[in-house]
């Protein structure tokens, strides 16, 4: 039996069944994480879990960081009571090849973990100590694209940040107003210099984390919250900076197959985790071979030598074009693509989607004759051998557990940069009108939002802050054709829409495109597959 609740006592058998286990003194990395960490991150998900965890292990195996990291989680107070707490922060990663072997580590390198939210006051207070501790040298986030973001599609404050706002610092409840409070506790202990990253998944990440903590900032300073010495505080890029990244490695959400598997080797308390929020994790983390992070290297007070751990280090313009290669062009296109019209034709696997001819075709045409003509080389990573990459070896791997319905999630937060950046400079070119295949999946996505697949079968569409209000623009729609004047009524505010798509369709010329192919997708049961099956023949996708 092996008990990750108190694992130092098995070493023997976790050797014995091919564990890889941290080669520096526990004890003694947590003990000074928890004292006074180097490193806080800011979302304790998976993605953490399955990547930024093996960073720092890798990094405590060669001495080059001495001081675990704490993780800090301001949405699911489960994950902390339920993944961290019992397991002292440590969590058995498994990474699965596609030939089905799976490599074992057990990363020990984060040192504590808390629910950092007013609501938690003795947490809450010791995350203050963190960011008045001149020792911390930067902060990583993992709170996913849409935690940046405080409005809603017509522009106006969510009400919990029009809340923030009003209220000031004492009990902030949004995730970027907690972190600008603590900001404001940093530079209330000397102005203290930090480094910021975002490492979620979307291009210029630092420029919009930047903006949104600025945003919460300046709504304060005009309320008399803050001095204006505190805003010339944030927009000091050698006191607080905001490092671009790019990040990629599909980190789904925990195997069945993995606990099947931990527990033949001898493993205990391996179930799942299913919280009251929605958050599925487990006291280990699968994940994939292939991993980039690439970071702008702007650390003014200081950082551990990444490198040694794989991490690339550049230069902001570097950065950008990596993360604008990858985001708009050689993966996330194609993902969103695929999980939609996954959704729609009942997969609910993305590896078995890539046994399929259309989709396949379609996310072929998306990446290779769309998006390669217009992205630019970052030279450090090649941008066709990154799409062939991930088409011929990533997205088949039949042991990536992952799923159409989780990369659909929150799609009206994604689509303005997976979509509309190569929109943006089609339309510089005046060449939007060669687009085919980026208009077929916002097509799609809207078919989609419907709620009914290919085959006239209801679905529960994935979540997304935008579901109700997009679903109700669409009432009038239905399986079946119908005249052009009730699809343009019905999708004409969404298409024009510049919060959503990055600019108004129309006046980029593709929103007319898009209603025709909406139409065509509604004809009846099989009309999804059939109309991308009709594009790929008739404009050369293959």
């Known amino acids: 039996m092996i008990d990750l609740k108190d694992w130092q006592k098995s070493l023997t058998e976790l050797k014995q ?204 300073r005009e309320r008399g919250f803050v001095s204006q010495a505190f805003i010339e505080y944030l927009t000091d890029s050698e006191k607080v900076a905001f490092p671009w990244s790019m990040i990629d490695r599909i980190t789904p959400n925990p195997a069945k197959v993995v606990q099947t598997e931990l527990e033949k080797l001898g493993f205990v308390d391996m179930e799942m985790i299913h919280t009251e929020k929605h958050t599925n994790i487990a006291p280990f983390v699968n994940t994939e071979v292939v991993h980039y992070l690439v970071l702008e290297d702007h650390f003014p007070n200081g950082r551990p030598a990444l490198e040694k751990a794989g991490v690339i280090l550049a230069s902001q313009e570097i950065v950008d074009k990596a993360d604008v290669m990858k985001v708009t062009t050689c993966l996330n296109p194609l993902h969103t693509a695929m999980a939609i019209t996954g959704c729609l034709l009942g997969y609910q696997s993305i590896a078995a989607e890539m046994e399929d001819e259309e989709i396949v075709g379609l996310i072929k045409a998306i990446g290779y004759q769309e998006g390669l003509p217009v992205v630019e080389d970052p030279k450090i990573i090649d941008p066709k051998e990154f799409i062939d990459e991930v088409i011929e070896k990533r997205l088949p791997n039949p042991n990536i557990p992952d799923t159409p319905q989780r990369i659909a999630s929150d799609t009206s937060q994604k689509v303005a940069i997976r979509f509309g950046e190569t929109i943006k400079k089609y339309a510089e070119r005046s060449a939007t009108q060669s687009l085919v295949f980026i208009p077929v999946a916002i097509a799609a996505w809207l078919r989609y939002l419907l709620a009914i697949d290919d085959e006239g079968n209801t679905f529960v569409p994935s979540p ?79």
């Open 17 to 220: 069944v091919g564990i890889a286990i941290p080669t520096y003194d526990v004890a003694e990395v947590k003990k000074k994480g928890k004292k006074s960490p180097v490193w806080l991150h800011f979302g304790g998900g998976n993605l953490y879990r399955g990547f930024h965890a093996e960073i720092a292990q890798r990094l405590a195996d060669t001495k080059e960081l001495t001081a675990g990291i704490v993780v800090c989680e301001t949405f699911d107070k489960q994950v902390i009571d339920k993944a961290y707490k019992p397991f002292h922060s440590d969590v058995i990663e498994v990474i699965m090849h596609d030939d089905g072997i799976l490599d074992k580590k057990l990363l020990a390198a984060t040192a504590d973990a808390f629910f950092c939210h007013p609501s938690e006051k003795e947490s809450f207070t010791q995350v203050v100590r963190y960011f008045e501790n001149p020792a911390l040298q930067f902060t990583t986030f993992t709170i996913t694209e849409k935690g940046y973001h405080l409005k809603d599609a017509a522009g106006k404050f969510f009400p919990v940040v029009e809340a923030d706002i009003q209220n000031g610092l004492k009990a902030p409840q949004h995730t970027i107003s907690i972190v600008t409070a603590l900001l404001h506790k940093r530079f209330l202990a000397g102005e203290l210099p930090i480094a910021m990253i975002s490492t979620d998944n979307f291009s210029q990440n630092g420029k919009r984390f930047q903006k949104s903590v600025l945003t919460i900032a300046q709504g304060w």
């Open 464 to 542: 997304d802050p935008l579901l109700t209000e997009l679903q109700e623009q669409l009432r009038r729609l239905h399986l079946g054709e119908q005249s052009a004047e009730v699809i343009h009524h019905s999708v004409a505010n969404i298409l024009a829409n510049e919060t959503i798509f990055g600019s108004n369709l129309y006046k980029v010329g593709l929103g007319e495109k898009i209603e025709q192919i909406v139409g065509e997708m509604l004809v009846g049961p099989g009309a999804v597959r059939k109309t991308i099956r009709t594009y790929l023949t008739n404009f050369g996708g293959k």
